[in-house]
């Protein structure tokens, strides 16, 4: 027997599934016998008792899970954290827990109140000492992990459980002695599983089956050599045999079905301190303030849930809510994340909302010099489309140029301090650039009352009778717009895909362009090509677009349309020439509306026209996306979404596919403005004609 280990544990007088708090209790309230528990508890006294000693609690009646004293509180040395149940089915555990801590001289540290941590069940000693792995999720919190370092001045390294069968830590975690660690590696996030990876070598890490995992095979007790345990598959066994320990089965079937096993049924009280370990803690917190429709517009709720999402926890220091429609709120929220690292991500997402960090009396953004041209410091900021501004000598300076993906350049003039988007490939060396979080802020519209990224989306295949109205309401909403901004000398681009021309919607976009709704078309290659071979041979890649049947030898008449062009050397040279009369390149030249095409390693030809030189196309792009009030994206995932990139939050996006993916992909990069429809662009480019001759005459239905 060995002496110094001692467990805790508590008789099952009292012990039944009276309530639901995790999985395994679900379908099994009163569903355990009573005289089967009390047997299966007594087997592993016994059996605890052959190799330490075992203190026991007094059981409580109306305290049925009182029997997992694995969630009394978490032991080191002479001190213990009490645990602050999540459930009120479990609060009234605590004081019992409480007086027996302090009747052997514990001294007993009580967290603050709605900060639940459920003791050992949530918190394990590496069985060196080195460490106390804690876990959060579901039971514990976050916050509750730098309490356990300052208390039992030790490493906290924080696990997050993710499939709510291994509610608790010690369900699938399970250190053993020798630096072993007995775990189910599904049960954890990426980042956790990194950290596991970190700290134990690959010979010490025992990845166990799902099989063994929902017999409670990590919720063991391990002494020495020793591994007490529910049940263990023979491939687990010999695992384990090889490692040097012995599995000591006895069935705890009753106590599963409320969700505990071996380990959930002990609590170790003698823990012993390694005086040359002290407090550390990974876990960073810091406070952020959002102001706006927090409410109205789901922004606290989607704010908090990426937090969480993220590996992060959070804590509403104080909401202020908007009393009328039209006020605003003001929220304070604590946000924690296990790392820096996290906490980066979470703090740039947060910003993307409109949140701003505190205090926000930071005088200046941390800005890094640029080493080497067209690479930027490892930390820079990454842009989105919001409006952004940063703070610069204790002012907020408005970032220009905005775009997606970009890095902050910021350069002092003598009119004063310029911040700037910039791609990678343009930074120069000795430019400085945004790093980190500090100092910046995007800028929402207070007066939108609408969700961000809730966008309209509209299914016109998909069945149901109201969506073709529904498309149609949008179209018609499209085509008012479309209208106003021609009236008003305002600027639309299109991005199209050769799906255009398949679809029948040639005749419909070159009608656009030639009444003036189109002010700059970007494509590839294929668009230009299938158009022309449409205005000139009649067919779209081969196919014959009066009939809808494939041409005999049709394949080829790309090429040909391609050699044609190439022989005039230009798109525009052919117009000229009378060669190309009809379509949607031809309108462009003929209608003064620039184009750019820009290429792709799949390209025939290309046409003369196409810009194989891709950082050059881009930059095409960009010039003619400048001041751009809406951009219409038909059918081309590629060229939509590089344009995507480039416009800043406020042009409104119309994304307009047959793939409803497409469409989403698309319309969550984009702002509030945007709108996406799935349907077959033909369709839908016909449908906004025939809107726009509508308003044209309004009068017309009436005659
Ligand atoms: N029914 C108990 C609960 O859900 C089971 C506790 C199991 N204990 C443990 N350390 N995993 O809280």
Not at 98 to 105: L, N, T
Not at 318 to 327: P, V
Not at 566 to 577: K, P
């Amino acid at each position: 027997m060995t002496d110094s280990i001692r467990f805790l544990m508590c008789p099952p007088d009292h012990y039944d599934v009276d309530y639901v708090i995790n999985p395994w209790m679900e379908g099994n309230i009163h569903k355990s016998s009573r005289d089967r528990a009390v047997e299966q508890w007594q087997k592993l006294h016994h059996l605890l008792k052959d190799h330490s000693l075992v203190d026991l609690v007094k059981p409580e009646s109306g305290w049925p899970d009182m029997v997992f004293t694995a969630n009394a509180g978490l032991v080191l040395g002479k001190d213990v954290v009490l645990s602050r149940f999540l459930h009120k089915e479990r609060q009234g555990e605590e004081p019992h827990f409480k007086d027996w801590f302090e009747s052997q001289g514990y001294t007993v540290h009580e967290l603050p109140k709605d900060l639940p941590f459920e003791g050992a069940g949530d918190a394990l000693l590496d069985r060196e000492g080195r460490w106390l792995w804690a876990g959060y999720g579901f039971r514990s919190e976050l916050d509750s992990h730098p309490y356990l370092a300052k208390w039992l001045d030790i490493e906290v390294v924080s696990l997050r459980l993710i499939d709510e069968r291994f509610y608790h830590l010690d369900t699938c975690f399970c250190p053993l002695t020798g630096g072993y660690l007995l775990y189910y590696p599904p049960a954890f996030d990426a980042y956790s599983n990194r950290l596991i990876e970190m700290r134990v070598l690959p010979e010490k890490r025992i990845a166990i089956e799902e099989a063994d995992a929902v017999n409670f095979a990590c919720n063991a007790v391990n002494i020495n050599q020793t591994v007490v345990m529910n049940k263990a598959s023979d491939a687990l066994k010999e695992c384990l045999a090889d490692a040097g320990f012995r599995v000591l089965e006895t069935p705890l079937t009753e106590f599963l079905k409320a969700g505990g096993a071996a380990k959930c049924l002990t609590l170790r009280v003698t823990e012993p301190v390694r005086t040359e370990i002290h407090a550390n803690v990974s876990v960073e917190s810091r406070i952020v303030r959002m102001e706006g429709h927090l409410l109205d517009s789901g922004l606290i709720s989607r704010a908090l849930d990426l937090i969480v999402e993220n590996g992060g926890s959070f804590q509403v220091l104080n909401f202020q809510l908007g009393e009328q429609r039209q006020s605003t709120s003001n929220a304070q929220v604590k946000v924690s994340a296990p790392s820096h690292d996290l906490m980066e991500e979470i703090m740039t997402q947060l910003i993307d909302l409109g949140a701003v960090a505190l205090p926000q009396e930071v005088c200046d953004t941390n800005l890094e010099a640029v080493t080497q041209d067209g690479v930027a410091p490892d930390d820079f900021y990454v842009t989105t489309i919001y409006p952004t501004e940063v703070r610069i000598h204790c002012e907020w300076v408005k970032v220009q140029n905005q775009r997606m993906d970009g890095a902050i350049a910021v350069t002092h003039t003598p009119e004063g301090t310029v911040a700037r988007c910039k791609i990678l490939r343009d930074l120069k060396a000795g430019e400085h650039v945004v790093v980190g979080v500090e100092g910046i802020r995007t800028v929402r519209k207070a007066e939108s009352r609408e969700p961000r990224t809730n966008n309209q989306e509209f299914s016109f295949m998909g069945a149901g009778v109201s969506s073709e109205r529904r498309v149609e309401l949008i179209v018609e909403q499209i085509a008012w717009e479309l209208r106003q901004i021609r009236d008003q000398g305002g600027k639309v681009v299109v991005t199209a895909g050769p799906v255009v021309i398949h679809t029948g919607g040639g005749q419909h976009l070159a009608r656009l362009i030639r009444e003036g709704y189109v002010q700059a078309l970007l494509g590839g290659n294929a668009i230009a090509v299938h158009d022309i071979e449409q205005s000139m041979m009649g067919t779209s890649l081969g196919v014959d677009m009066q009939r809808g049947v494939p041409v005999r030898g049709g394949h080829r008449h790309h090429l040909k349309v391609i050699n044609t062009i190439r022989r005039y050397g230009s798109i525009a040279e052919a117009v000229e020439q009378g060669i190309l009369t009809k379509g949607v390149m031809y309108e462009c030249v003929r209608n003064n509306v620039p184009f750019s095409l820009a290429g792709s390693i799949r390209d025939d030809g290309p046409l003369p026209d196409t810009q194989m030189d891709l950082i050059q196309a881009q930059t095409e792009y960009a010039k003619l996306l400048e001041g751009t009030d809406m951009i219409l994206m038909l059918s081309s995932m590629l060229h939509s979404i590089g344009v995507g990139n480039m416009t800043p939050a406020g042009v409104k996006m119309v994304c307009v596919d047959i793939n409803p993916a497409v469409v989403t992909k698309l319309s969550d990069r984009g702002s509030i403005e945007s709108v996406g429809v799935v349907t077959d662009v033909g369709l839908f480019l016909s449908l906004l004609v025939q809107q726009l001759d509508k308003l044209t005459s309004p009068y017309r239905q009436l005659v």
